[in-house]
């Protein structure tokens, strides 16, 4: 079984080979969800203009890779999207979804942090986003399938 540890801890701290952030549709073009801030702070405040240069909407089930820029230990970004969220709400399907979307797109990769909004009760009273690690097991320790 895959193990998940869901953190507030800072998302440059965390240890992975991607991070995983959300980009939404809005009524402008797409804009990123709570919680890239890191990666567009990396990207010089121009991460959303790189996405919409290859065309990235923040429509539900689009996926975009990017190698990421110097300032960020992991290395690779990968851009997910969450579909229409007015004023930042975003629903827990459209998000579960995106982890879904994160996770078969970087299938095989040991570990990934996904920096998505997250609306709970526990944590919107302090945050407005909430990162989560997931470790997949590498093939020599993955269980057999069927």
């Given at each position: 079984?895959?193990?998940?540890?869901?953190?507030?801890?800072?998302?440059?701290?965390?240890?992975?080979?991607?991070?995983?952030?959300?980009v939404?549709?809005?009524?402008?073009?797409?804009?990123?969800?709570?919680?890239?801030?890191?990666?567009?702070?990396?990207?010089?405040?121009?991460?959303?203009?790189?996405?919409?240069?290859?065309?990235?909407?923040g429509?539900?089930?689009?996926?975009?890779?990017?190698?990421?820029?110097?300032?960020?230990e992991?290395?690779?970004?990968?851009?997910?999207?969450?579909?229409?969220?007015?004023?930042?709400?975003?629903?827990?399907e459209?998000?579960?979804?995106?982890?879904?979307?994160?996770?078969?797109?970087?299938?095989g990769?040991?570990?990934v942090?996904?920096a998505?909004?997250?609306?709970t009760?526990?944590?919107?009273?302090?945050?407005?986003?909430?990162?989560?690690?997931?470790?997949?097991?590498?093939?020599?320790?993955?269980?057999p399938?069927?």
């Open positions: 079984m895959t193990p998940l540890t869901v953190t507030t801890d800072p998302v440059a701290a965390l240890p992975a080979d991607c991070i995983v952030v959300g939404a549709k809005g009524p402008d073009g797409p804009r990123l969800a709570p919680g890239a801030t890191v990666v567009n702070e990396a990207f010089a405040g121009r991460l959303i203009e790189f996405l919409g240069a290859l065309g990235v909407t429509a539900e089930g689009e996926a975009v890779k990017l190698p990421a820029p110097a300032g960020i992991l290395g690779l970004i990968l851009a997910v999207g969450l579909g229409y969220a007015p004023d930042d709400r975003y629903e827990a459209a998000l579960r979804r995106a982890a879904g979307v994160a996770t078969r797109t970087l299938a990769t040991e570990a942090v996904l998505l909004p997250a609306e009760a526990e944590v919107s009273r302090r945050w407005r986003w909430v990162a989560c690690s997931v470790r997949t097991p590498s093939p020599s320790t993955a269980p399938t069927r």
